[in-house]
């Protein structure tokens, strides 16, 4: 079946620290793929997202790049900020297939000035 | 624009009580969600609603849970009899439509069976 599996977490960083947080997936059809981020107290929020391999998303300085080859999906940033403490998902969607997002488990990560 | 909105945001109860959580989609929506997120998973879907059709409801217990969406507009999702496993976060989430595939989510429901 169609899976996420990302790095586990909790990741603390100093500010302005580079982030990377991994993301493979296995996936019966060609997925799309996502980033969601929820802030404490907060709903999921779509981060940023790629349809098809070696589409870049990237948003608020955070970028992915679909990697078909490596079926990997990798979330980075630069410079993190206090304000990017949140938990990350990693998500796939199998369009015309199950039409369901299926997600990773999370990876917390805490941001220190 | 207002976003996906649910309530109540917490609920506490005592095992074997029903529960109900409503969930109002984005205005133009048709593509309803609703997700179990149990304590650090990934959400997980439980049954999306086309229009007020339940299109995919193969991970809903139906034993114990059912959804409704009367008008294709607003939701609600029950449980009856409640048990301490369906301590969660539950969350609604909308789409424009299945070709749009961004999901817009809700702040989510966070229940606890005592």
């Known amino acids: 079946g169609d899976s996420v599996t990302q790095m586990e977490g909790p990741v603390t960083l100093s500010e302005e620290a580079f982030l990377t947080i991994n993301c493979t997936y296995t996936?019966?059809?060609?997925?799309?793929l996502f980033w969601y981020v929820q802030y404490p107290g907060e709903g999921l929020q779509l981060l940023l997202k790629?349809?098809?391999?070696?589409d870049k998303g990237s948003n608020k300085g955070f970028e992915a790049t679909y990697r078909k080859e490596t079926t990997s999906f990798h979330l980075e940033k630069g410079s993190v900020q206090v304000s990017d403490s949140a938990v990350y998902f990693c998500?796939?969607?199998?369009?015309?297939?199950?039409?369901?997002?299926?997600f990773g488990k999370g990876t917390k990560l805490t941001v220190n000035p | 624009e207002a976003g996906v909105v649910q309530s109540p945001r917490y609920k506490i109860i005592e095992k074997k009580q029903p529960v109900a959580f409503w969930c109002n989609p984005i205005?133009?929506?048709?593509?309803l969600y609703w997700y179990l997120q149990n304590l650090g998973q990934g959400p997980e879907v439980l049954i999306r609603?086309?229009?007020?059709?339940?299109?995919?409801d193969s991970q809903l217990p139906k034993d114990r849970f059912s959804a409704e969406r009367l008008k294709g507009v607003d939701s609600t999702l029950k449980i009856q009899p409640a048990e301490l496993g369906d301590s969660a976060v539950y969350l609604c989430?909308?789409?424009?439509?299945?070709?749009?595939?961004?999901?817009?989510f809700g702040p989510g429901t966070r229940l606890t069976v005592l």
């Open positions: 205005s133009g929506h048709n593509t």
């Open positions: 790629a349809t098809k391999a070696d």
């Open positions: 989430a909308s789409s424009l439509n299945l070709a749009n595939n961004e999901q817009f």
């Open positions: 998500a796939l969607i199998i369009q015309g297939g199950s039409e369901k997002l299926v």
């Open positions: 996936a019966t059809g060609y997925p799309s």
């Open positions: 609603y086309e229009n007020e059709e339940a299109v995919d």
